[in-house]
């Protein structure tokens, strides 16, 4: 057997780097595993210890080695398993070993008690060791069911446990045949299960620390996660307040100053009932106002962020009025990524620039034909109008409020506009806008 100095120094040493981690990471299968080792000491301590006969000698209190001997191996398995069940995870991994392992611990609870009680009224005797020998045999067969269930997946983290436990497996196997016609007091073929102990407490030495490392990383992946999550929050925060500050100037700007000319066309029209023109001005009006509410109605419902939907809205508005004017409008939206995603900021700048185009063309350009082409990609969309009309020096309409208003609300979304026009040359207008928002099709569950 190997010394009892050593074996003891290398049991404590196992012992405190067991309870230090314990400290730093309170996670229970080091609280299991340093009574397992504790369990395990006491058992090979007991095999050193006792006189020839095999008795201890305890303040005057005589017992028979072997008694304890039977207990503590039992109790070593029990231990073995509550920490080998945290370490796995099984109750998450392996529902099915969790189950078996924790009614096995039970089961060997209730064969401690029964031997007790055994020894308690017949001393030790042939029938109680006869019982410990089908225990053993039902525990390896235990094992074996774990070790086959563990290893069809093949997972690293079951790997040193899996190891460290074989080693230790074949070394009871081997101390049991070289104990074959021996006397059961002689200690000799103990060597190999000690040695098997020692290189199985390497193995899950290693395997605590992967573990470690493994939750450490989990860890700093979780804090990544948070630290993401929060500056997505963030940007939604931020875009939620872009979208309420949007809503209460445009409420403020388009509808309030156009309530305004309905309230003041209304005073005239009391004043002056058999004015038409004024009550055409509030019809008007009131008419502008429900397209400026159903706008912003619109571009505030996140359903609408997609491009579909702002292709509805150009063709809703541009049809009925070119076809009103003898126009042939032809919409080309083929290029379109559905999976991207339009926020209403953008769908409702890009409609308006698109509606400001088309307003000028039918009102102004003379044309025949008006072409429009609409691409969403990944890179960005791209908004393209082409008309026959007449065109116009832009040297003289650059400053219209018309055009600036274009130009602003491009530039306020990060993109350009550019006009190219000559007189009776037509006209065309391109608009290029960046997107880098993607539509999530489902919810990972």
């Not at 991994?93 to 009680?117: N, V």
């Not at 000028?360 to 008006?370: F, G, I």
């Amino acid at each position: 057997m190997i010394p009892l100095y050593i074996l003891l120094t290398a049991f404590t040493a196992q012992f405190v780097y067991i309870v230090v981690n314990w400290f730093y990471f309170r996670r229970s299968e080091y609280f299991f595993y340093s009574i397992y080792i504790i369990i395990l000491s006491l058992y090979f301590l007991n095999r050193y210890i006792g006189d020839e006969q095999g008795m201890l000698h305890f303040a005057g209190i005589s017992l028979y080695k072997m008694y304890p001997d039977r207990i503590l191996a039992i109790l070593s398995y029990i231990y073995y398993f509550k920490f080998g069940r945290r370490f796995v995870e099984a109750e998450t991994r392996y529902p099915g070993i969790h189950k078996t392992m924790m009614l096995t611990e039970r089961l060997l609870f209730l064969y401690i008690g029964i031997d007790i009680i055994l020894f308690t009224l017949t001393g030790y005797s042939k029938f109680a060791n006869l019982i410990f020998i089908p225990v053993n045999v039902c525990i390896f067969l235990v094992l074996g069911y774990v070790f086959w269930t563990m290893l069809k997946r093949r997972e690293a983290l079951d790997k040193f446990i899996l190891t460290g436990s074989m080693f230790y497996g074949i070394s009871a196997v081997v101390t049991l045949i070289m104990g074959i016609g021996k006397d059961i007091l002689e200690n000799d073929h103990m060597l190999a299960l000690q040695i098997g102990a020692l290189v199985e407490m390497l193995f899950l030495n290693a395997g605590l620390v992967y573990k470690s490392r493994m939750l450490q990383q989990e860890i700093i992946s979780s804090q990544t996660q948070l630290i993401k999550q929060y500056e997505d929050n963030q940007h939604l925060m931020n875009r939620l307040n872009n979208i309420r500050e949007r809503i209460s100037r445009d409420l403020h700007d388009d509808v309030g100053a156009t309530l305004s000319s309905i309230k003041a066309y209304s005073e005239i029209l009391k004043i002056n009932p058999q004015a038409p023109s004024i009550a055409d001005l509030i019809r008007d009006n009131s008419t502008e106002m429900i397209e400026r509410l159903e706008l912003i109605a619109w571009s505030a419902n996140p359903e609408h962020d997609h491009p579909k939907s702002l292709v509805f809205q150009m063709q809703k508005f541009a049809a009925p009025l070119c076809h009103a004017r003898n126009i042939h409008f032809h919409f080309d939206h083929t290029a379109l990524d559905d999976t991207l995603m339009i926020p209403g900021e953008i769908r409702q700048q890009v409609y308006l620039v698109f509606k400001e185009a088309i307003n000028n063309m039918v009102k102004y350009a003379e044309a025949a034909n008006c072409n429009a082409v609409l691409r969403i990609d990944p890179r960005g969309l791209s908004l393209y109008i082409k008309d026959d009309g007449k065109g116009f020096d832009d040297r003289y309409v650059e400053h219209g409020n018309g055009l600036k208003n274009m130009r602003k609300r491009v530039e306020n979304l990060g993109g350009l506009l550019t006009i190219e026009t000559a007189p009776q040359q037509g006209t065309r207008i391109s608009m290029q806008i960046p997107l880098v928002y993607r539509i999530q099709e489902k919810a990972e569950p």
